[in-house]
């Protein structure tokens, strides 16, 4: 079973940065995929960026160049970093990961996920 507990999350003006982790009990071999997931009130949950156990990296495009995955093996934690926050960036952030190779960005893709970490970002 797979444990995973975010923190990070904070009320923030637009243009400003935040820096979510998630820490992750170990996977025991290379063969997994993790990512970061929103959901904003009244929308539905879209993945936000992916990595795998090789590094891939896959991201939305509404983020790609503000958002950066990473994983830091030496600390369990998969984090994310972003900069240049927009009021549409408001969410509660999830990080989510599964035992198989392939990066995806779909919510049915993941088996085990965090309990959740509140974004706001005022304009």
């Known amino acids: 079973q797979v444990q995973l507990v975010e923190s990070g999350g904070g009320s923030v003006q637009a243009g400003g940065s935040l820096r979510l982790s998630c820490l992750v009990s170990?996977?025991?071999?290379?063969?997994?995929?993790m990512a970061w997931f929103r959901q904003a009130p009244g929308k539905e949950r879209e993945g936000v960026a992916g990595?795998?156990?090789?590094?891939?990296?896959s991201y939305l495009g509404s983020v790609l160049g503000r958002f950066i995955i990473s994983e830091n093996n030496a600390t369990n934690t998969l984090d994310l970093q972003m900069n240049s926050l927009k009021p549409e960036d408001t969410a509660i952030y999830s990080c989510?990961?599964?035992?198989?190779?392939?990066?995806?960005?779909?919510?049915?893709?993941?088996?085990?996920w965090g309990q959740g970490t509140r974004v706001t970002v005022s304009s």
């Open positions: 989510a990961a599964d035992s198989r190779p392939w990066v995806a960005l779909r919510a049915d893709e993941y088996t085990f």
């Open positions: 170990k996977f025991t071999n290379s063969h997994y995929s």
């Open positions: 990595i795998n156990g090789a590094g891939t990296t």
